[in-house]
């Protein structure tokens, strides 16, 4: 099910979350058609058509409580051609999978930074070479972006 896509709600992360944040009841526990799921997948391309994105083990919501959210089965991955690079984290390796606050969102931590980060205007962001995931820059020409 897609929750969230900037083509049809726009290019800011509050609504980001307040969208996601719907489905999530007070104590933080999921209802309604997702019932008993707590993945997302963050999908990006960029202006040069790269493709990447993360699998996370919780929905992008706003937690003053919880700095970062999600699972070791947790990871980040890249689109080359017809090839998916996958990523994954060792169990209990760091458990930096995702931060969610009013700047940014953020995918893993550690090494050069978070694998991907996203700021508030879902427009900029960056890919870092990140040791949660043991991932490089998730980008082909290996520059951030």
Same mark, same amino acid.
């Given at each position: 099910?897609? +929750?969230?896509? @900037? ?14 944040? !719907? $489905?999530?009841?007070?104590?933080? #526990? !999921? ?9 997302? %997948? ?8 790269? +493709?990447?994105?993360? $699998?996370? @083990? ?17 990871? =980040?991955?890249? =689109?080359?051609?017809?090839? +998916?690079?996958? $990523? ?12 969610? #606050? ?34 490089? %820059?998730?980008?082909? !020409?290996?520059?951030?972006?």
């Amino acid at each position: 099910m897609k +929750v969230y896509e @900037t083509a049809e709600d726009g290019y800011n992360l509050h609504a980001m979350y307040k969208k996601c944040s !719907d $489905f999530l009841d007070s104590e933080g #526990d !999921d209802h309604g058609d997702l019932k008993g799921y707590h993945y997302n %997948i963050i999908l990006v391309k960029t202006k040069t058509n790269a +493709v990447f994105g993360s $699998f996370v @083990t919780a929905f992008p919501a706003y937690n003053a409580k919880t700095r970062f959210l999600g699972t070791h089965e947790s990871f =980040v991955f890249y =689109v080359d051609n017809e090839t +998916v690079q996958v $990523f994954t984290t060792e169990e209990e390796e760091n458990n930096y999978y995702m931060s969610c #606050d009013y700047k940014n969102l953020s995918i893993g931590s550690g090494g050069d930074g978070p694998a991907i980060i996203i700021n508030d205007e879902l427009h900029k962001g960056f890919t870092n070479s990140c040791e949660t995931f043991g991932s490089p %820059i998730l980008v082909k !020409d290996g520059k951030k972006h």
